[in-house]
């Protein structure tokens, strides 16, 4: 039965540098393109071929050691030009030099009403697509051996400077239901489709079959998967639920539609040192300089791969996440500032009347990445819950994990959280400690001592 659900507990940062509604024309790739073993949280990557071999779009490059079916191809045809290693030899990317032109490996695919679970689940194996498919608990890889109660989808993203998922998926109807189709093969529960219950729903989405479409009001993190899960349908020990982002539901529509593995995907470029921040037809894992060029205002500055919140820092000449639909770009603010805390603060923003910034609650900021003070022991502040809309207790899940309490981190809910959860309790922590990276520290422990 579909829900109208509200939370009051949250916050928007209103960041400056957010993209218009203009697609750049044509369709921007860099000349490599890299799929990096690091975006995916608990996995071993096993090379299936060689620096100097030639691939299609479509064609298996590694896979994962523990689960050899869950492979990992191409989005581009073109060469293996490197496989780029960190320390103890652990591999960070397999680097692509593209072809001018793709040429695309063909799948063969059936009507998807006709076809079984297990003939699903084999094609979308094969293709490279069931990356796109994760669950919760844990944030990792779905199991293809699992049945999920439900699988979850966000028709909407409340993080700053999030690209509007109506203009993505414009026009793309078609690819859109094709995937609901499959995936509705992979589930004897529902699927979820949650809308910002703000704006009228997009007829993409209201017209969309085989889905209970829910709506929420209320500030980010409204728009998380997480949030959503646990409103609707709350996880139990032992309970599985996979989720995916709407534009990976067409990639998976399209392997339906034409037989191929096309990873096109529209991204927004945000952030205030953006000149025009607007949004570019891309392909995954493209290089973002392109992106870039002569459209970077002058300084020193952060490139973030997704957004200020949780995506990750890379290079201006590094790559584009395999979950990630935007490139952000702040100030790096890696220099004193006069006064401090002591200063009026009339251009920075704060959750509590700290600044007087608060006079003005429409103001959009340019707000860099300065941590603004050094790491101190963990304070009591009440914030986290300010922020932080399940009925959970984050402060004591988070104790618990940093003292690896097992009992007690499943008493605490630790199976509904992952690490962008607790995104905005990192954000608002006076204590400048790194939360997200313990709460993925405390769910690798789960998956080692449970699994």
């Known amino acids: 039965m579909p829900l109208k659900i509200e939370i009051s507990k949250g916050l928007n940062i209103p960041l400056k540098g957010k993209a218009e509604k203009i697609l750049s024309p044509g369709q921007i790739i860099g000349s490599t393109i890299a799929l990096k ?44 030009k490197s496989i780029v290693r960190g320390e103890r030899r652990k591999i960070l990317e397999f680097v692509i030099e593209a072809d001018s032109i ?6 063969t695919v059936g009507d998807v009403a006709n076809l079984s679970k297990e003939q699903i689940t084999e094609l979308l194996l094969n293709s490279g697509t069931w990356p796109f498919v994760r669950q919760r608990p844990y944030n990792i890889i779905a199991n293809p051996t699992d049945t999920p109660k439900a699988i979850f989808i966000s028709g909407f993203d409340s993080s700053p400077l999030a690209p509007d ?14 995937g609901i189709q499959a995936l509705k093969k992979l589930t004897e529960g529902d699927i979820h489709l949650t809308v910002n219950g703000v704006f009228p729903t997009s007829k993409l989405f209201e017209n969309t079959k085989d889905v209970e479409l829910h709506t929420i009001v209320g500030p980010h993190p409204a728009g998380n998967v997480g949030i959503q899960i646990h409103h609707i ?18 990639i998976i529509g399209r392997l339906f539609n034409k037989g191929i593995f096309d990873a096109t995907r529209i991204i927004a470029l945000t952030g205030s040192e953006v000149e025009k921040p607007r949004y570019y037809r891309t392909i995954l894992g493209s290089s973002i300089d392109k992106f870039l060029k002569d459209n970077i205002k002058p300084g020193n500055h952060r490139y973030i791969s997704g957004n200020v919140l949780t995506g990750t820092r ?4 590094d790559f584009l996440g395999f979950y990630h639909h935007q490139i952000t770009v702040i100030p790096d603010g890696n220099q004193y500032e006069f006064m401090g805390w002591l200063a009026p603060g009339f251009n920075k923003f704060s959750l509590s009347r700290t600044f007087f910034s608060w006079l003005m609650p429409n103001k959009e900021y340019v707000i860099n990445a300065n941590v603004r003070g050094g790491r101190r022991a963990l304070m009591i502040t009440g914030n986290f819950e300010k922020v932080f809309p399940m009925d959970l207790l984050p402060m004591q899940l988070l104790k618990a994990m940093i003292i690896e309490d097992i009992d007690l981190m499943e008493k605490l809910g630790i199976y509904e959280v992952v690490e962008e959860d607790f995104a905005l309790c990192e954000f608002v922590d006076t204590s400048k400690t790194d939360i997200q990276a313990i709460v993925r520290k405390g769910l690798d422990l789960m998956i080692k001592e449970l699994n």
């Open 102 to 107: 793709i040429e695309y490996q063909q799948f």
């Open 314 to 317: 890379i290079g201006k000449e």
């Open 165 to 178: 998922l109506d203009f993505l998926l414009n026009g793309q109807d078609a690819d859109f239901q094709k």
């Open 37 to 80: 073993p690091t975006d995916f949280p608990n996995l071993t990557p096993k090379a299936a071929i060689k620096e100097g071999d030639k691939v299609k779009a479509g064609d298996v490059i590694f896979y994962d050691k523990n689960t050899p079916e869950i492979k990992f191809t191409s989005p581009v045809s073109g060469t293996l």
């Open 233 to 250: 349908d709350p996880m139990n020990k032992g309970e599985v639920v996979w989720f995916i982002h709407p534009q990976d539901v067409l």
